[in-house]
């Protein structure tokens, strides 16, 4: 099957832009139900994380203050059961940290009947990070099976295995459009007539393994990363963060960085990754915010993060390339999938700018193998 030919598949989440806000947090969201009878929450699509979690009634009313607003209320749905009532800390490392209890529901899926969900649902979180998030809780996008949070539901495996999305695509793909502040995270496929194949770089994963347990992130060797074609990082790790918005990570290359902007006057910021070139110009990382105690000011998105080695970047650079994750997916039992991190695509869109001026050498993208696990048939 040609990559022509492949029309939207699997499930399709529509998804919004919330208005763009100083905290690091990506500004879109998909909106969809929780509960019996439904209840509509905003939840980020986040690669960023291993968790599936939700805003809920379990916070006090001077708690959870987030500018979207939502609360997953539990005591109001027939089908919500809680699995751990016993409250624990959830660290989003050096964002912050929320607590949570472990429940279990349904949550509807576009085009599809609902899925049972295991999620934490947050009873407390406080600070100007949390303040500023444009969603009530996050999807998980994990790297694989390995790596996603135990007690709570893998989406894209959950997925697979009820049967939703094809084990023959792997694929979760973002098209975001900035101008228009929709777009779509879509599981279980491609759209392949939203990008130029011949325009992209394909990103092999490797595990970040500076901090013990993020293996769960998308990173990729990052070759070189120059601020005004004065090089200051080589040989580093770069990260796709859906639930992110700005560039940040290693806190000296996040300094120098934005000491160079300064110095050089605003000048391109150039990653060398997977053998191919991204130049990301300011009129792309300088955004005027929209929302929050910097609204009106236009900031640099570059921060500190104490992440060592590692440049991670999100919504900033994902609004601009067609962004394709993919998994190798082994069949345990009839039915019953796990998945293993493959790598990243990262394509140029169709009438949208040249942000990727040297490609790389791209992988075919279509109907990959089923790798049989242990008791199946070779």
């Known amino acids: ?142 790297s694989g099976s390995p790596y996603a949070q135990g007690g709570t539901t893998f989406i894209v495996e959950a997925l697979m295995n009820n049967g939703m999305i094809s084990p023959l695509y792997p694929y979760v793909s973002f098209n975001w459009n900035r101008t228009s502040s929709t777009g779509s995270c879509q599981i279980g496929g491609f759209d392949s007539s939203q990008y130029i194949p011949s325009e992209g770089i394909y990103m092999p994963w490797t595990p970040y393994t500076a901090f013990e347990g993020v293996e769960y992130i998308w990173s990729t060797p990052l070759d070189s990363y120059a601020v005004g074609g004065k090089v200051i990082a080589q040989n580093v790790q770069f990260c796709l963060d859906s639930g992110s918005s700005q560039f940040k990570g290693d806190n000296d290359i996040m300094n120098q960085t ?30 005027t915010i929209q929302a929050g105690p910097d609204q009106g000011k236009t900031i640099p998105q570059f921060k500190p993060l104490g992440l060592t080695n590692l440049v991670l970047v999100g919504s900033i650079l994902m609004e601009y390339c067609y962004t394709i994750f993919t998994y190798r997916v082994v069949q345990c039992s009839p039915g019953v999938y796990s998945l293993a991190p493959v790598g990243m695509y990262a394509f140029n869109k169709v009438n949208g700018p040249k942000i990727i001026t040297q490609p790389s050498a791209i992988p075919e993208l279509g109907p990959r193998e089923v790798t049989p696990g242990r008791g199946m048939p070779k």
Request: hydrophobic letters at 35%.
């Open 258 to 287: 934005l000491q160079l902007i300064q110095q050089l006057g605003q000048p391109d910021v150039t990653l060398g990754i997977g053998g191919g070139q991204i130049v990301v110009p300011p009129a792309l990382y300088n955004i």
């Open 1 to 142: 099957m040609s990559n022509a030919s492949l029309a939207l598949t699997g499930v399709v989440f529509p998804m919004q832009r919330g208005p763009f806000q100083n905290n690091g947090a990506s500004p879109w969201y998909t909106e969809t139900s929780l509960g019996t009878p439904p209840q509509r929450l905003k939840f980020a699509m986040d690669t960023g994380t291993n968790i599936v979690w939700s805003t809920s009634s379990l916070c006090s009313p001077t708690s959870c203050q987030h500018y979207s607003g939502g609360r997953f209320i539990w005591e109001k749905s027939s089908s919500y059961r809680f699995v751990d009532c016993i409250q624990v800390p959830f660290s989003f490392g050096p964002w912050g940290t929320m607590q949570v209890e472990t429940g279990s529901d349904v949550m509807a899926i576009p085009g599809q009947t609902s899925l049972p969900l295991t999620f934490y649902l947050s009873a407390d979180y406080s600070g100007s990070q949390f303040a500023q998030i444009d969603w009530d809780g996050g999807i998980g996008i994990p």
